[in-house]
């Protein structure tokens, strides 16, 4: 069922299994890709997931980029000011994969991932706000202060976190498919895990039931080309076909994308997503994207396990939100007095929740246990109700 792009730029999503022979130099490591040019953007943006995009939803993609990349770098002057404490882990370089797949989200779809989680919050629709009163412990942040950068949270949005534990939420991206698919919801679970998650046991256990039962989830991989402080070269099993080929083992259908392109990630995300809604079948995607900053701010060491030519080349060749800004003047669709005034905004949006975080109050002593799992233990001591979701 699967497979693939050759030139990685392109990828189809067969169903039937006539799995093409692909050669190791067909798939380019995250470290020698080839440079994309604006053409690969001009050319992704005809395809059918994109076509008819109107010149407003454009637009509307890039403001999204650019508000994470700014409240990215807010968070990060922030945690340098000694606001924040604890792990900040940046999404800075991949705001191309949440942007355009969640963008393609409707009412019965869902979005699960790990740690580094505030772009896909912020693409989810939570505000600014929350997610940086998060981030400084406050109570008004989105987990009440009390998850911080890695557990953000909104099921209202149907978005269920922001987990720490590396794979952890890949079980949990089959159960929220497994619950649509008990209800008779025609929908879909989008579950983002990096690469440093794909040999752990759970995610394994999570391809072969979706794939055993039919659990309408996409399971999408975010390579940035490594995991703490080692590259995904040295520390998985780097088979011709790259990761997602891990799913050929489970009968699943699977494909790369090309990260830098937000049109390719849409065209990919969208195909394994009708397949998914439509006929219940679950797909493993491999997005080939990368991060500038450490695995997190506290990963001073982050120059040490790759080059500085490295980053600069791809923050000057590669980036994301500047190809797609180059996309956009080309096409006449913004202005560069329109590409400014959306990042005069974006700043002016992160700065203000940055205020608003520093201003709130710290959540009060009494409710440490308040909201925890302890409470369904001492039923007697509850402090609150808590709620249970996906019941009804
Ligand atoms: C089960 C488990 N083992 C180890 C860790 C420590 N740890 C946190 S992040 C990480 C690397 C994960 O890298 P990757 O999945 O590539 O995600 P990225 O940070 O690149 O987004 C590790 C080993 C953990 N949180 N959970
Ligand atoms: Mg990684």
Known sequence: MPLINASFSTHVLLKDRKTQIVTKSSISKTTNRQKPTKAILAKDA???ANADLSKDELIGFYREMVRIRRFEERSLRAYQQGRIAGFLHLYIGQESIAVGSISLMGENDHVITAYRDHGHALAVGMNMNECMAELFGKSTGCSKGKGGSMHYFDP???????HGIVAGQTPLGAGLAYGLKYQGKKGCALCFLGDGAINQGAFHESLNIASLWNLPVVYIIENNGYSMGTSQERSSMHPDLGLAARAEGYSMNWAHINGESIFDIREGVKKAMDLAREES???????HTYRYQ????????????????EIDDYRKNHDPLSLYREYLLDAKLLTDEGMKEIDIAA????EESAKFADESPFPPESDILKDV??????PDQKLSEGRIFFND
């Open 281 to 287: 079948k679950p797909s493993l995607l491999e997005i």
């Open 156 to 162: 209202s949005k149907n978005y269920w976190g922001g």
């Open 373 to 378: 799992y302890w409470e369904e233990d001492h």
């Open 46 to 48: 005809k395809s059918p």
């Open 347 to 350: 700043k002016a949006e992160a």
């Open 294 to 309: 450490g695995h997190s701010i506290a990963d001073a060491n982050h120059k040490k396990y790759r080059t500085k030519e």
